[in-house]
């Protein structure tokens, strides 16, 4: 998997950070949460997956610059909703 970064509202290049993957999936890049209350409100959590807690500002501010019709143009564009991958 090949990822491209999308953006961030940290300084010095820290968390939280989003990416955008050749898979046509996004990755989120941040601050584990540990509060057991937050973790006890999560759904079906399987093995290997974390909740990682990213600014409403940074999600709306990548929506706007990578999903359709915004028009921003992706990184790894999909064809017929199939991702693919760019060379």
Do not use: K
Not at 1 to 27: H, K, N, Q, W
Not at 49 to 73: F, H, K, M, N, W
């Amino acid at each position: 998997m090949r990822m491209r970064f999308l953006g961030s509202t940290s300084e010095a290049g820290a968390c939280p950070t989003l990416y955008e993957t050749d898979r046509g999936t996004i990755v989120v890049q941040g601050l584990e949460v540990t509060d057991a209350e937050a973790l006890a409100d999560l759904r079906d959590v399987l093995p290997g997956e974390t909740a990682v807690e990213v600014p409403r500002e940074l999600i709306t501010e990548i929506a706007r610059r990578v999903l359709p019709g915004s028009g921003a143009a992706n990184a790894f564009p999909t064809s017929g909703g199939t991702p693919s991958a760019t060379a």
